[in-house]
């Protein structure tokens, strides 16, 4: 094992930052200062992660939704189980339906949910906030906030809620380029599944989705 101080301050902030590190059985291994494959791959999902960051207009309720969505990123993730895990039992308390975590019921909108409840804390915000479990509830949610902050979009930018087309999935968009979006979802995996194992950073066709919705405050 090869100690290196610069190494060692890296481990250290991303530490900070929300990623896995020791003790054992810690997934990016112990903070040693020893840049080894574990180490490399904690930097790699970092500099991920920061990709997805868009240049949203800074101080808006969308921007606080894709800040709070990065950091979730961050921390990779994953289900221990179907649809269970430690950090995704948090998204159902958001939700009007708790059990749906003792369920194993779908979380995409429960994330979406908490990324609301959490962005709106402290702030005060003119519309009410989504609490439905079910993903295509979000445009129910949308016109009953209608004249409130919420509005369907039909050119997306970061911050902005969509559901799919195509299937009951909902996510927050963080990025968009030309004919795609990129996107911060739960429930999902890397090939875009609506019944994947975690949170994922996705790209998606602008054809694919259904509705864009957008929150201000």
Known sequence: MAYDTKTFLIQTGLK???????????????????????????????????????????????????????QELI???????????????????????????KNREPYCAAFICW???????????????????VAYDFEAWARANAGKGVGFVAKPQAGDVFTLATASHVGLVVGVNGSTVTTIEANTDGSGSR????????????????????AES
């Open 115 to 133: 990324l609301f409840m959490t962005a709106a804390a402290g702030r005060k915000v003119p519309f009410t906030l989504p609490r439905s479990p």
């Open 75 to 101: 921390k990779d993730i994953r289900e221990t189980s179907k649809n269970q895990g430690p950090e995704i039992a948090k998204y159902w308390t958001a939700t009007t339906y708790a059990d749906g975590y």
């Open 16 to 70: 900070s930052l929300g990623f896995d590190f020791g003790p054992p059985p810690a997934k990016y291994g112990r903070i040693d200062g020893d840049l080894g494959p574990k180490t490399q791959a904690a930097i790699s999902a970092f500099e991920a992660a920061q990709s997805a960051k868009p240049d949203a207009p800074k101080g808006t309720f969308g921007a606080s939704l894709v800040d709070l969505a990065t």
């Open 195 to 214: 019944e994947g194992d975690g949170v994922y950073k996705r790209s998606r066709s602008i054809s694919s989705v259904r509705k864009f919705i957008r």
